[in-house]
């Protein structure tokens, strides 16, 4: 087994297909269901320099991989009805649910209308700052910025210096370099300050983002009046909580949601952690979510659902439709749970 893991391993998502190994692995890393994690939806763009390309599907290929499911005779249903299926250990049809993060427009616009033609529900995670038109979208202001410069002039732990971005691959590495830099700062207020500075040293609005892309609580109340749409949480600030002190974190976490229950006057009972990557959400935030009340909470980590996730119901995985790999054959791999198998180390529940 151990060699078959690492030949899996060292294989990328094309060569899982062509060897035929997800169908080996399906037995044991299938689950009993999946959720499916999604940003924007939209007609692809035609830029070459697309930094935050992983986070934007095509509709195409939202309907490919409902089609692929419907196919596979897999039952598309809302959180609640994972979390009842769950509770009950109903285990008798595999199921997917779909997630869309940050409330874009676009969720309105492309994915609603593809969800619609397979009368598929699906959630979607506000953040209340990205309703209310302050939202700050850095890592798509670090786009806007690195695309209209040609050098940027940065101080990385005290060292002035200037970074290229006068090629394609020159603003990609220095995307790279500034997005790995502000994660890593250990203060969200520090990454908040340098950002800012950033915008304003080349005459990017950071919050006319979230009012251009985000949907406002005016648009998001008949969108969530959809039979299809749950409207979940996503914080209020979109920080990384695990960066912000207990009790920050527990604002976070109960402000963001009642803001949303007020203006949208409905329950919200499921969260999705802002980055939700290690970095961003482990054992603290997992055991605030389910302090605050939430039924469900997802992260980014990769993985299917199991019958023991019943036990994890505020640390669930996802599998990332992931922009970057928009090819119909992938489909088979996604849901057979070999893919995100091989990237979270063939770990059926990952919650520490
Ligand atoms: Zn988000």
Redesign the pocket.
């Known amino acids: 087994m151990k060699q078959f893991r690492n030949n899996v391993i060292r294989a990328g998502l094309g060569a899982l297909y062509f060897t035929g190994a997800h169908y080996l692995l399906r037995p044991i890393f299938a689950g009993v269901g999946a959720i499916f994690m999604l940003h924007h939806v939209r007609p692809p763009r035609e830029a070459e320099f697309r930094p935050n390309g992983h986070l934007e599907i095509a509709p195409d290929f939202l309907r490919a991989m409902l089609a692929h499911l419907r196919s596979r005779g897999i039952d598309i249903i809302t959180l609640d009805e994972m979390h009842r299926r769950l509770a009950d250990a109903d285990f008798s049809r595999h199921f997917a649910c779909f997630t869309l ?2 409330g874009y427009r676009d969720s309105r616009d492309f994915a609603l209308p593809v969800m619609r033609e397979f009368d598929a529900p699906f959630t979607v995670y506000v ?1 209340s700052d990205f309703a209310e038109g302050r939202g700050r979208l850095w890592w798509l202001a670090l786009e806007m910025v690195i695309a209209k410069a040609s050098s940027i002039e940065v101080s990385i732990g005290g060292a002035a210096g200037r970074l290229d971005a006068s090629t394609d691959a020159a603003k990609q590495a220095a995307f790279d370099h500034l997005h790995d830099w502000l994660r890593s700062l250990p203060d969200e207020h520090d990454a908040r300050r340098e950002m800012a500075a950033l915008c304003a040293r080349h005459g990017i609005d950071e919050t006319a983002i979230s009012r251009e892309l985000c949907m406002p609580w005016d648009e998001l109340k008949p969108f969530a009046d959809d039979p299809l749409v749950t409207i979940g949480a ?1 914080t209020i600030t ?1 920080g990384n909580l695990a960066r912000q002190t207990e009790e920050t974190a527990r604002h976070e976490l109960a402000t963001g949601r009642a803001r949303i229950e007020g203006m949208l006057q409905r329950p919200v009972v499921h969260l999705a952690y ?1 980055y939700g990557d290690r970095i961003a959400a482990g054992t603290r935030e997992f055991a605030l979510a389910r302090a605050a009340g939430y039924k469900t909470a997802v992260t980014t980590r990769p993985g299917m659902i199991f019958p023991e996730s019943a036990e994890h119901l505020t640390a669930l995985p996802r599998v990332s439709l992931n922009g970057n790999y928009q090819n119909r054959r992938i489909l088979p791999v996604l849901t057979s749970g070999a893919a995100t198998a091989m990237w979270n180390g063939f770990r059926r529940i990952d919650a520490a």
Do not use: Y
């Open positions: 993060d940050d953040a996503h979109h802002p």
